[in-house]
T-cell receptor, first 111, second 112 residues
Framework: GQNIDQPTEMTATEGAIVQINCTYQ??????LFWYQQHAGEAPTFLSY??LDGLEEKGRFSSFLSRSKGYSYLLLKELQMKDSASYLC????????????WGAGTKLIIKP | EAQVTQNPRYLITVTGKKLTVTCSQN?????MSWYRQDPGLGLRQIYY???????DKGDVPEGYKVSRKEKRNFPLILESPSPNQTSLYFC???????????FGPGTRLTVT
């Protein structure tokens, strides 16, 4: 079956580091995406992982472990503008390679 | 500017009155998709299209129709809207399945 779990909400302090986890149970994993969505706006692409390991892109990094069905998004040097929802999406063969989306993690940044 | 556009952005309508939400992309993308987003739920796919004249059902296709007569356009049609179709709708496009999706600004639909 398809199941993607993310924490509903997290709070962090400006300048700090936060890790947002995503666990999944899918049939035929074929890649994992992270998107950012500010309130009232469209999702925008952050990262893509298909192989195990860490992908770094500026202040944001994404990690994948396929054997554990686990990914995390790491945000460093948090800024107020990072307050948003972060969506994890998994592509799987059993769904015709369509994305299955988690409900998203709302990240609140406090000064 | 590369973009996905949707119209209208906001729509309030009544049960049973047919409506169309347009979606257009200027990036020559082959893949397009429609999603709905409801509080507490992830994005749920309604329909998708791998190319012109090729469309397929997503997870929640009931009550919706689509067409893909041209590469750039992928309209979403609600033949007889019902209140449970009140939602935020997003159109998205990408070069292919392994590529990032670009989303339109969203259409907030209310059916009374």
């Amino acid at each position: 079956g398809q199941n993607i779990d993310q924490p509903t909400e997290m709070t962090a302090t400006e300048g700090a580091i936060v890790q947002i986890n995503c666990t999944y149970q899918t049939s035929g994993f074929n890649g994992l995406f992270w998107y950012q969505q500010h309130a009232g706006e469209a999702p925008t692409f952050l990262s893509y992982n298909v192989l195990d390991g860490l992908e770094e892109k500026g202040r944001f990094s994404s990690f994948l472990s396929r054997s554990k069905g686990y990914s995390y998004l790491l945000l460093k040097e948090l800024q107020m503008k990072d307050s948003a929802s972060y969506l994890c999406a998994v592509r799987e063969r059993s769904s015709n390679y369509q994305l299955i989306w988690g409900a998203g993690t709302k990240l609140i940044i406090k000064p | 500017e590369a973009q996905v556009t949707q119209n209208p952005r906001y729509l309030i309508t009544v049960t049973g009155k047919k409506l169309t939400v347009t979606c257009s992309q200027n990036m020559n993308h082959e893949y397009m998709s429609w999603y709905r987003q409801d509080p507490g739920l992830g994005l749920r796919q309604i329909y998708y299209s791998m190319n012109v004249e090729v469309t397929d059902k997503g997870d929640v296709p009931e009550g919706y129709k689509v067409s893909r007569k041209e590469k750039r356009n992928f309209p979403l049609i609600l033949e007889s809207p019902s209140p449970n179709q009140t939602s935020l709708y997003f159109c998205a496009s990408s070069r292919g399945l392994a590529n990032e999706q670009y989303f339109g600004p969203g259409t907030r639909l209310t059916v009374t």
